[in-house]
């Protein structure tokens, strides 16, 4: 079944597949010679082409966000609905070149006749068929931005080096709503504000799963709803380190963030003691965005200057992997599978982002078995 072919390397050998058969001389022959509608054959050529640039990234994406994972599923789903289409107009060939062989001299006109009537419910068909697939794959290419998949760029070592464009994050709210968190706002400002930690270590708190289920989004919220002010926070910053973790970047980008002041300097001392110095007797959040780094001693090195500062400072981390928050002896804060509907409006929210106004009755189909399909790939 076409749904297990999940992975941009078996679609994009799925589509080559494709792509070989529409552009066969049989096959333009067959469009000619029946009066089909040779557009919708160029249109699905054209669209196919479109999923298959984004292939690449939606296999690197797809173990990380289980809603990508559902995106290659529906895709995979409508390019085997594709072939079908063209195994459908390979079979009704041989078998008419067969049946025609066959036939007795005398029968010649009954079986021309048998032939118009046959093929004209067969090209209604076909155009029915050819449509629908092309709708459906032009309207998944277009959730490329809500699923952030993107082209591969080339990067300057050859044509063959393609590496996806990261796009870093701020503390500016993004998305204006979030859906289904209330409970775990409410439970990281219960932790901002608490007085029960042991003051002697600094206070960190892991928010971990898998991508896509919308920890930044929580993160910016936190950091900018007015309920922080209740904390009394002296220092709030925020750092996105991504998967790069190299020790004196991440410092000088957190000293950054607090100064709003670039620094020069190379050397790793330095950075530290003026660290130390903005942070000493102060108050201070910091938000640690999409931490990837597991090796222990250096986020040390980095946490060395933030144990200055006073007592009830805050670290927000925000990652995929447990191991990240164990080595920072952190708290872990586990978000929870989104409910159905809550699902769907996320959804629906990102499907609307361009110029549609509604989805028709075919786009809500298609959208609500993305919505299910990734709920089969959400931690429960």
Request: with cysteine; net charge negative; hydrophobic share 40%.
């Amino acid at each position: 079944m076409a749904a297990e072919l999940v992975g941009g390397a078996l679609l994009s050998a799925f589509l080559q597949v494709a792509f070989d058969r529409l552009a066969s001389p049989q096959v333009l022959d067959f469009f000619r010679g029946r009066k089909l509608d040779e557009k919708l054959l160029s249109k699905l050529h054209i669209t196919l082409h479109s999923i298959n640039s984004l292939a690449d990234d939606a296999e690197q994406k797809q173990f990380r966000d289980p809603y990508v994972k559902a995106w290659l599923l529906a895709v995979n789903d409508a390019v085997f609905d594709s072939e079908v289409l063209l195994d459908s107009i390979d079979y009704e060939l041989i078998k008419c070149n067969v049946e025609a062989e066959s036939a007795p001299q005398s029968l010649t006109s009954k079986v021309s006749n048998f032939f118009d009537s046959t093929f004209r419910s067969f090209n209604k068909k076909i155009n029915s068929g050819m449509r629908e697939v092309t709708e459906k794959l032009e309207y998944l290419a277009k959730q490329k931005g809500a699923l952030g998949l993107k082209k591969y760029s080339y990067s300057g070592d050859g044509p063959d080096s393609k590496v996806p464009q990261k796009l870093p994050s701020s503390s500016l709210v993004v998305e204006s709503v979030i859906y289904g968190r209330d409970a775990d706002k409410e439970i990281i400002f219960n932790w901002l504000t608490s007085e029960t930690d042991n003051h002697n270590h600094l206070s960190i708190l892991s928010i971990v799963d898998m991508g896509g289920l919308g920890k930044t989004t929580l993160a910016q919220h936190v950091y900018n709803d007015p309920k922080i002010d209740d904390a009394k926070f002296d220092i709030k910053a925020w750092v996105c380190v991504s998967d790069h973790f190299d020790v004196l970047t991440v410092t000088k980008t957190i000293l950054e963030s607090i100064t709003d002041k670039k620094d020069d300097s190379g050397n790793l001392n330095m950075v530290h003691k003026n660290l130390k110095e903005k942070l000493s007797v102060k108050k201070f959040l910091l938000v640690l965005d999409d931490v990837w780094n597991e090796k222990r001693e250096e986020w040390e090195v980095v946490q060395t200057p933030l144990n200055y500062g006073a007592p009830g400072s805050r670290i927000l981390v925000t990652t995929r992997a447990e191991k990240v928050a164990s080595n920072m002896r952190s708290k872990v804060h586990h978000l929870k599978q989104l409910e159905k509907d809550e699902c769907w409006k996320v959804f629906k929210k990102h499907a609307l982002k361009d110029d549609d106004l509604e989805l028709n009755d075919e786009k809500k189909k298609i959208g609500r078995s993305i919505v299910e399909n990734a709920k089969d790939y959400l931690s429960l």
